[in-house]
RNA sequence: UGGCCUAUGGUGUAAUUGGCAACACAGCUGGUUUUGGUCCAGUCGUUCUAGGUUCGAGUCCUAGUAGGCCAACCA
């Protein structure tokens, strides 16, 4: 085995770079930190496959860390399926940690920094806040708070976390800089006042930190060496840095906060608010809809994480606006479901053939492959008899010769069974086709060796036996949104363009051998696509969600 | 009007750190095929602009242009 040259990301480069200038690869220590407020999504599978496959190549720990401080958003059910998310990606955290386990810490660093003159207890209402805080281009002003003594803002502080406060009343402040070129340093809030229960800490606390006061001083207590974000958090950066300097203790390693953009994906919302707006206002039906970008939502759809983890790989990590299609997300998730994927056949928009050759009453069971990608999937049986469905798209009573399927006078292969040639075919009082008679040339079966099996016709057409035929529900899926980028327009809301078609449900017909499917199965329905088994499912009922079609050329061909 | 970040084919990302611009997807041509799938072969197409440094610039410098982010008691 040749060793490729690798090539590094931007992030990787950085680690390196550490390695090279005096990190030994113990210090390393990453850590993924969603907020438990909503589900996570794909562009939250860039930051999981970044921090996790760091650790990897380095065979460093990471930390599953929740930052909790929010109290009025974050629950524990989120808890649970973000950490159900990222085992079902394949990765496993080093040790779960909590924000929130650090509040007793933070709380200690907060009096010292009263102490040392650097934070103080500020009375004021929100707005007056935000208007001494100036704009980007004008300096903020100072708030009458600001110089008052260390005894008063212990002491006010002490009330605040007494719970002698109402919400919105008080506030702890960093004392730093009103006129910074970097808003977030004009005197950033520390602590507010928040009557709520909290998921982990219940009533013990009614003053909560703010995301910047306890996101690096977590990392420091962890010790994280490298700490990644969104682009969003650069500005962060230097509020990160100013908070550390206050706590840290130099012979301990002090952790680094570096940015990446976050991934785009066209035609759908990559942001749990906005998803979260989708489940709330009942567009789909919950955050694991099959439509939804949602980790769950594709778990469900039938995506695997291999699938997912090759589409992060591939889209890599940079700094620059992004938006990537949502085909090359769809390319990965066929390219393993085509190597997995057991092969069936289901007609999902059927008209009846009737071979009127055949013998009536007669079935005859035939041998066919379960997986061409794979020979040790092995053959199945499928039963074959006179009355067949294929599809209405495979049947034209005129076509021309581009047409490979089945037409008045023309031949066909059915797949695993006979040739078979249309004769006639009837129609309702709409002109709709309802039923095809054929003939089948009993010589041709599939695998029997005969001069006639072997003969060559253009098309090969998937069906089911009429009398064999499972019922079943199909969920077909469509983008959420018409527009590729549907949250990027200035003068329009994302929700004007839902896309209305993109959920139909239909029943489709299956060959028998389905019969006994489990929810999470997967198989290719041939020549139409992946599909797999809805947790809805039941053994009376079974429910197939389609995870994506097949690539279709001659879709192609006809748009053209 | 301020600050920060970014700019490489249609899309995404690389480029041994200053040394022949490449990989994947998409597109197009053809071949194989009992899935119009898969697979195989071929093909199209790229460094925002203008200066500068250098034997040599996608990479460094300056200016410009374009896009993104920043004024929540959210993260």
Redesign the pocket.
């Known amino acids: 085995m040749s060793e490729a040259?690798e090539?590094?990301?931007?992030i990787e480069?950085i680690v390196?770079?550490d390695l090279k200038n005096g990190y030994s690869t113990q210090d390393l220590r990453f850590r993924f930190?969603?907020?438990p407020?909503g589900y996570l999504h794909i562009g939250h599978a860039s930051s999981i496959c970044l921090n996790f496959g760091l650790g990897l190549r380095y065979n460093a720990p990471v930390n599953l860390r929740f930052?909790d401080?929010?109290p009025?958003?974050e629950e524990q059910e989120y808890v649970d399926a973000i950490k159900k998310d990222v085992e079902w990606l394949g990765f496993k955290w080093d040790t779960e940690r909590y924000?929130s386990d650090y509040f007793q810490q933070l709380y200690d660093w907060a009096i010292e920094l009263i102490k040392q003159g650097k934070a103080y207890v500020?009375e004021?209402?929100?707005e007056v806040?935000?208007e001494q805080?100036?704009?980007?281009?004008q300096p903020g002003t100072n708030s009458p708070f600001r110089d008052r003594s260390i005894e008063e803002n212990l002491a006010g502080f002490q009330k605040m976390k007494d719970g002698e406060f109402d919400?919105?009343?008080?506030?702890l402040r960093a004392k730093i800089d009103m006129s910074s070129?970097?808003?977030?340093m004009r005197d950033p809030?520390m602590y507010?006042?928040?009557h709520k229960v909290h998921h982990r800490t219940n009533t013990d606390w009614c003053i909560?930190?703010?995301?910047?006061w306890?996101?690096g001083e977590s990392d420091y207590i962890e010790q994280v060496s490298h700490s990644f974000c969104t682009?969003?958090?650069?500005?962060?950066r230097e509020l990160y840095d100013w908070f550390l300097d206050q706590v840290i203790d130099v012979k301990k390693l002090r952790p680094k906060q570096r940015?990446f953009?976050r991934?785009n994906l066209s035609h759908t919302v990559v942001s749990k608010?906005k998803l979260l707006q989708l489940v709330e206002q009942n567009v789909v039906t919950g955050w694991d809809d099959p439509r939804m970008s949602t980790l769950s939502g594709l778990r469900r759809r039938g995506y695997t994480p291999e699938s997912i983890r090759n589409f992060v790989e591939?889209?890599?990590?940079?700094?620059?606006?992004?938006?990537?299609?949502v085909?090359?997300l769809e390319?990965h998730v066929?390219?393993h479901l085509?190597k997995i994927s057991p092969?069936v056949m289901g007609v999902l928009d059927p008209v009846k053939v009737v071979i009127t050759n055949y013998p009536e009453g007669e079935v005859e069971w035939l041998d066919t492959e379960n997986?061409?990608?794979d020979s040790s999937a092995g053959t199945r049986q499928i039963p074959f008899s006179r009355e067949i469905y294929i599809e209405k798209d495979d049947f034209k009573e005129e076509a021309n010769r581009?047409?490979?399927?089945l037409k008045l006078g023309g031949e066909v292969?059915?797949?695993?069974?006979y040739i078979i040639k249309a004769e006639s075919c009837t129609k309702d009082t709409d002109g709709n086709i309802t039923e095809i008679q054929c003939t089948y040339d009993p010589k041709?079966?599939?695998?029997?060796g005969t001069e006639e099996?072997?003969r060559?016709v253009k098309?090969?057409?998937?069906w089911v036996s009429v009398a064999h035929a499972l019922q079943a529900e199909v969920r077909l899926y469509d983008r959420l949104f018409t527009d590729e980028s549907p949250d990027?327009h200035?003068d329009k809301d994302f929700m004007e363009f839902i896309n209305p078609d993109s959920l139909k449900v239909i029943t489709g017909f299956l060959e028998p051998s389905l019969s006994g499917a489990k929810p999470g199965d997967r198989v290719?329905f041939?020549?139409?696509g992946y599909f797999c088994v809805d947790p809805d499912s039941t053994t009376e009922k079974l429910v197939f969600n389609k995870t994506v079609g097949?690539?279709?050329?001659?879709?192609?061909?006809q748009s053209?």
């Open positions: 040259v090539s590094l990301n931007f480069h390196e770079e930190p969603p907020e407020n930052d401080t929010n009025a958003k924000a500020d004021q209402s929100s806040m935000a805080k100036g704009t980007p281009t919400e919105g009343t008080h506030v070129s970097n808003m977030l809030i507010r006042v928040l909560y930190p703010m995301y910047d306890t996101h682009l969003e958090f650069a500005m962060h940015e953009a991934r608010r591939t889209i890599g990590i940079a700094k620059r606006d992004n938006l990537i299609d085909s090359l390319f066929r390219e085509n092969r997986n061409p990608e581009k047409f490979f399927r292969r059915l797949k695993s069974g041709s079966k599939s695998g029997s099996s072997l060559k098309g090969t057409l998937h990027t200035k290719q041939q020549r139409l097949l690539r279709d050329t001659w879709a192609k061909l053209k």
